[in-house]
Structure formats: structure tokens, C-alpha cells
């Protein structure tokens, strides 16, 4: 009776672990519904959007085909993923960080795998495509390993003093100088408005000098008589 008793207890727990390992892949998106039309499309158009939305839809395209995609719960990796980006924005940077060396270091395994089949290609082609890959996942994990010095160790920027005379300037040569006299806005070398000719030049007098009226009028010369011929 004992025996029969622990058997029927040791079935209900394992239907009951059973039934809960089916409910654990959950595949349908969660969405907060509103207390009005308009704020559950709203709502829906948000998740939409989103950018967790957008990386699980590429992390279960890419796992579709093997044994994790039967696993993977959309509610938990949703919250998983916006966990992730909440910690970026708080400056926590030890899973991007993480993220960036693991993939310099696969692509470093794919750098090695690469050569490696170049190197057993029989033939030219087959093994000049593979050298060809192989040193653009070295490029890219060299490239990842650099952001990752920079994400440790960022640049030290050094302000230099600005040039203020290299920006835009505007020159004004409409603007002429105002002269003493008002009124007056031409200057020497303008041309007079109506008749368009020269004005006087101011440092030359404006009439001819006159006689000294104290020199006479000289008088009669004695020249010598010469005969004419």
C-alpha cells in the first residue's frame, strides 16, 4: 500500500514537472493592453518598434534551425534584452565589453579554420576564396579588439585655441564713410550725381593767381637798329 502510494505520487510530480516544461517556450509576443483602442495600438505600435523586438527577431531567425530555437521564451528574452540596454544606458559596460572580446576571439577560430582550408584546397581558385575570408575575419576581429581598446582606454582629446578668423566673415563695401558736412555723402573720388563729371580736386586752388600788383609794366627796350637786308 506504501509502495502503491509513493509510485502515484512520484507520477503526479512527474506530470506536474512535465506540464511545466511545456509551457516554458512561450512563442507568442507579449503586448500591455490599454484601457482604450487607441493606447493598446499604441502600445503595439511601441513594441513594434522596439529595439528588443528587432533582436529577437533576428537571434530566432538565426536559431530557427537548430535545438536552441525550440527553447528560447519570447517574454524572457524580451525582458533579457531590455535588461541589457538598461545597463548600457546606467554605464555599465561589462557584457559589451564581454560581448566584443568573445566575438574577436570566434573570429579568431574562423581566421585559423579558414587558413586551414586554403591550405587543403587542391585547387587555386578553391584556395585563393578561402585566404580571402580567412583575412577579412582577421581584419574584423583586429577591428573589434580596437573598439574594444577604445570602449577601455577612450582618447584623450585636446582642445586647441580657435581661429576666429578662419570662420564666415561678411564684408560690407556699401556702406561709404560719412564725410563732416551733412548732407554730403559724396566723396573725391565720386562722380557728381546729375552730370556725372570729375569733382574739383579740393588741394588745387579754384582760380588762376592773379598779378602782382606790385610789379609795373616795363617800359620801351633800347635794342640796336640792325639794317634790314
Do not use: W
Not at 38 to 44: L, R, V, Y
Not at 108 to 127: D, H, I, N, W
Not at 149 to 160: L, S, T
Amino acid at each position: 500500500m506504501n509502495i502503491t502510494a509513493e509510485s502515484t505520487t512520484m507520477s503526479k510530480t512527474k506530470m506536474r514537472t512535465t506540464s511545466k516544461a511545456e509551457e516554458a517556450p512561450r512563442e507568442n509576443t507579449p503586448c500591455e493592453a490599454g484601457s482604450t483602442g487607441d493606447e493598446s495600438k499604441s502600445n503595439m505600435a511601441r513594441l513594434t518598434t522596439s529595439p528588443e523586438l528587432a533582436a529577437y527577431r533576428v537571434i530566432g531567425a538565426a536559431e530557427a534551425t537548430t535545438s536552441v530555437g525550440d527553447h528560447i521564451d519570447v517574454p524572457t528574452i524580451l525582458e533579457q534584452l531590455r535588461n541589457e540596454a538598461a545597463a548600457v544606458h546606467c554605464g555599465d559596460l561589462s557584457r559589451t565589453e564581454s560581448m566584443l572580446m568573445n566575438q574577436a576571439t570566434a573570429l579568431q577560430t574562423l581566421f585559423a579554420r579558414l587558413v586551414e582550408s586554403s591550405m587543403k584546397a587542391g585547387m587555386l581558385p578553391q584556395q585563393e576564396t578561402a585566404m580571402r575570408l580567412a583575412l577579412k575575419a582577421q581584419s574584423q576581429c583586429r577591428a573589434t579588439l580596437e573598439t574594444l581598446v577604445a570602449i577601455k582606454n577612450p582618447p584623450i582629446v585636446y582642445a586647441k585655441q580657435a581661429n576666429l578668423t578662419s570662420g564666415p566673415q561678411q564684408i560690407n563695401n556699401a556702406a561709404a564713410a560719412p564725410s563732416r558736412a551733412r548732407g554730403k555723402k559724396t566723396t573725391q573720388n565720386q562722380l557728381s550725381g546729375g552730370s556725372h563729371e570729375l569733382l574739383s580736386d579740393a588741394r588745387a586752388s579754384s582760380f588762376a593767381c592773379g598779378i602782382d600788383p606790385a610789379l609795373e609794366t616795363l617800359g620801351n627796350l633800347d635794342r640796336a637798329k640792325v639794317r634790314r637786308r
